[in-house]
């Protein structure tokens, strides 16, 4: 099994972040800088796979146990979002 990677996803008014642009598995997210009370999504492709709670606090984390991805990895961040986290995050290994 692959370590994991991280990528690091800078919350600006409706940005939208590529993480991975092939197949991922995302192990959690980890908060740098405090997010505003705006969500960011997770997004499959055109799919909302899950988003982040609002206003979350520097060090808080979520561990996402593993959820796959079965396109890509995009992070979209709401509409007047602020905040900065880092994402864990593999390829999905295909045999």
């Known amino acids: 099994m692959s370590e994991w990677e991280y ?3 800078s ?3 409706a940005a939208t972040t590529t993480i991975n642009d092939v197949p ?3 192990k959690g997210y ?3 800088t ?3 009370a705006h969500q960011a999504s997770f997004v499959d492709g055109t799919t909302t796979v ?3 709670k609002a206003s979350m606090g520097v060090a808080d984390a979520a561990d996402v146990d593993g959820t796959r991805f079965e396109t890509n990895c995009l992070v979209v961040c709401g509409a007047s979002m602020t905040g900065n986290f880092t994402v864990l995050y593999r390829d999905l290994e295909r045999s």
């Open 7 to 9: 990528a690091v996803v």
């Open 11 to 13: 919350c600006v008014s």
């Open 24 to 26: 991922t598995v995302v």
């Open 30 to 32: 980890y908060i740098n």
């Open 34 to 36: 405090a997010l505003s």
């Open 50 to 52: 899950f988003k982040t």
